[in-house]
């Protein structure tokens, strides 16, 4: 899931830097979009925390299940760059 939201958020991100803020260069509209993921990603994890800290009472926090939700955010991420490059060329 996190693949998808990963991949959802960055095309977006860069759909929005497109056609609200000016035609940047792709780097810079790369760069926007791997910004915007990372901050909804950390805001997503508290989310994820502070839901759990309410269910159980318990404070825990999985730093694995964080490192491995993260990484699979930014999976998805490189493939909607990667399809939204080959797309731009076409």
């Known amino acids: 899931m996190h693949f998808l939201g990963g991949a959802w958020v960055t095309l977006a991100s860069i759909w929005f830097f497109t056609t609200h803020r000016g035609n940047h260069p792709f780097n810079q509209r790369f760069f926007y979009a791997l910004t915007a993921l990372f901050v909804i990603s950390v805001f997503w994890e508290a989310y994820e925390a502070f839901f759990n800290f309410l269910r159980s009472g318990l404070w825990t926090f999985n730093a ?6 993260l990484f699979c955010n930014y999976l998805g991420a490189i493939l909607a760059i990667y399809f939204t490059k080959q797309y731009v060329k076409q």
């Not at 694995?64 to 939700?69: R, V």
Request: aromatic share 0%; charged share 50%.
């Open 64 to 69: 694995t299940d964080t490192a491995k939700d």
